[in-house]
């Protein structure tokens, strides 16, 4: 594993230096979340690339491009029906095809248009899908292990944000997934 | 109404199951994470719907008003089934929210708690759908789930109820996924076509009777509404200069546009068609001797092909021989559309048949493209072919 502790200027460095193919573990607590993945997304379209956002709180982002995708999660279901695809935050089947589906179509998209072809997925945060025993939690690494594996096919980069407010265990068993990936705490 | 069997409504499906689920057995699909498969278990519940049966949707993930919307953006009515249709919510309860459903789980994290609500879940209906299998895996642990699973499939066949269960693949240890295979009497996968991505998406069946047994992939897609179709991606339509072939793709497709020059393909025609469950794109070639070197480019990933002659010019017959090599099309699905049956020289299916002896075992078909006679007899021929079961 390779295991960095950064401060918020030296991740984007470290972000723009990784590999195609690498699955990042982001651990942090209490920090400026939000103009990170902002700023991450909008560098990410920038540069013709794709982005793929599975999120529990968007309203915050205001990013319109067709280049763009962004999955809701909620844990109640939402009084009104938005744009975007929403799904129940245990619902992870559901989650899946909706990537799925944003996947397919960047692809497409990035294939008629012989453009770059690079695919970011962003995960935030795996905390919200812990909602419930630890049943669950083996199925959150299980839908973990499996993006992973679809992020190396794609030679994309797959950010999974998490809160270290996590029970000591239920952390410990999600950076051990990560054991041949990159894992960053932030300082 | 047919009581013995439940028919699943997927096509081709109940073609290879002789008919359907028989009332009593059980019916997993094995959905790859990523593959929109829920839908199978919702097509089969509408047309258990529509034959009269008593059919539950047990929901573990989704609020109950959200698996009526899908079903309405599928295009299955269940208000016309009032009475037949009802939902065990097995998901208020998770997140603290009151239910108004016939059936409730009081805590959806306990395997015990289904108990209770599947013993007379199964003495009231004639068909029970879970909605996710793996999640009630995933909330309750699998071990007991699956112990679980197993004696409500018992009790489902003494009453003669069938169980269809949609059942998400992620990795578990084969304990479990085998398990759950054992579990079911027929095993229908669903799963993708993968290029880097899911590009495609496939179902097979690898269980019936209990035996297992490896049936060709179907290719589908999901319409909206529509529900789950076969998917046919390429048929070919090739044939002589002046067979019809233009005709044949208009009289076929649902929709369909021509590249043309004063009435003769220049390019191609592209159709599309829908037909029992089945949805194909049709693409023809032109019969000029001047495209010839267009031809191995059109015929590219075809998976089947009319040969279509204009049944009063035998001498144009050598030509389609060397049409049908010329795009590569040899060996594949292949149906010889015998055209312009209504002109008074037309020779019989039977002599064109007889002057086309080159082409060894084909299917033929009489047609009048003009009028659309004989053409969806043709197209059936075809996709048997094509989804030899």
């Known amino acids: 594993m390779i295991y960095h502790e950064l401060d918020r200027h030296q991740l984007d460095d470290e972000l723009h230096a990784l590999a195609r193919g690498t699955n990042v573990l982001l651990i942090a607590y209490d920090w400026e979340k939000y103009g990170f993945i902002d700023g991450f997304i909008r560098d990410s379209l920038r540069v013709k690339g794709g982005v793929v956002y599975v999120t529990d709180y968007p309203s915050r982002l205001k990013i319109t491009n067709r280049r763009f995708g962004m999955i809701e999660l909620f844990r109640t279901p939402p009084m009104e029906r938005t744009d975007s695809k929403t799904a129940s935050v245990i619902n992870l089947s559901k989650v899946s095809v909706y990537i799925r589906d944003n996947l397919r179509k960047l692809m497409r998209d990035q294939l008629r248009e012989s453009k770059g072809s690079e695919i970011d997925l962003i995960i935030d945060n795996i905390n919200s899908m812990f909602h419930h025993d630890s049943y669950l939690k083996n199925a959150v690494i299980r839908f973990i292990r499996v993006h992973m594996h679809v992020v190396k096919t794609l030679n994309a980069i797959g950010l999974y944000i998490i809160d270290e407010k996590l029970p000591d265990k239920t952390l410990d068993d999600v950076i051990d997934v990560f054991r041949d990936e990159v894992v960053i705490r932030i300082i | ?389």
């Open chain 2, 1 to 389: 109404m047919n009581r013995g069997f439940l028919e699943t409504g997927i096509p081709k499906l109940d073609d290879i199951l002789g008919g359907g689920i028989p009332m009593g057995k059980s019916l997993l699909y094995y959905i790859q994470p990523g593959v929109e498969g829920d839908v199978f278990g919702m097509q089969t519940m509408h047309y258990g719907l529509k034959s009269g049966m008593k059919i539950v949707y047990i929901t573990t993930t989704s609020p109950p008003e959200n698996v009526r919307e899908d079903m309405l953006g599928l295009g299955f009515n269940f208000g016309v089934y009032n009475d037949g249709f009802s939902i065990v919510d097995a998901y208020s309860m998770l997140i603290g929210m009151n239910s108004e459903e016939r059936y409730v789980v009081d805590d959806p994290e306990s395997i015990e708690s289904y108990d209770r609500v599947m013993e007379k879940v199964i003495e009231e209906n004639d068909v029970i759908i879970f909605g996710s299998l793996s999640d009630i895996f995933d909330l309750c642990g699998e071990e007991e789930a699956l112990e679980h699973i197993k004696r409500w499939t018992k009790d489902a066949f003494l009453r003669d109820v069938a169980i269809i269960a949609n059942f998400t693949a992620w990795p578990y240890l084969p304990v479990v996924t085998e398990g759950v295979k054992d579990t079911f009497n027929v095993v229908v996968i669903i799963a993708g076509v993968a290029e880097r991505v899911i590009l495609g998406q496939y179902y097979s069946v690898i269980k019936m009777n209990s035996t297992k047994v490896e049936k060709k992939m179907l290719l589908f897609k999901i319409f909206r509404p529509g529900g789950v179709k076969a998917y046919i991606p390429k048929i070919l339509v090739t044939g002589p200069y002046n067979a019809g072939k233009s005709t044949f793709v208009r009289s076929l497709s649902t929709r369909s546009v021509s590249v043309d020059r004063l009435g003769t393909t220049v390019a191609l025609d592209h159709g599309y068609v829908e037909h029992e469950g089945v949805s194909a794109h049709i693409f023809g070639t032109p019969g000029q001797v001047r495209f010839d070197p267009i031809l191995e480019k059109l015929g590219g990933e075809a998976v089947g092909v009319f040969l279509v002659v204009d049944s009063t010019d035998p001498k144009s017959f050598p030509r389609a021989k060397k049409m049908l090599e010329l795009t590569r099309s040899r060996g594949l699905p292949c149906v010889l559309i015998a055209n312009k049956q209504d002109l008074k020289d037309a020779l019989s299916e039977e002599k064109v048949k007889e002057k086309i002896a080159f082409l060894n075992n084909i299917h033929i078909a009489p047609t009048v493209a003009s009028t659309g006679k004989g053409v969806l007899n043709a197209l059936e021929i075809l996709i048997d072919d094509i989804m030899k079961l």
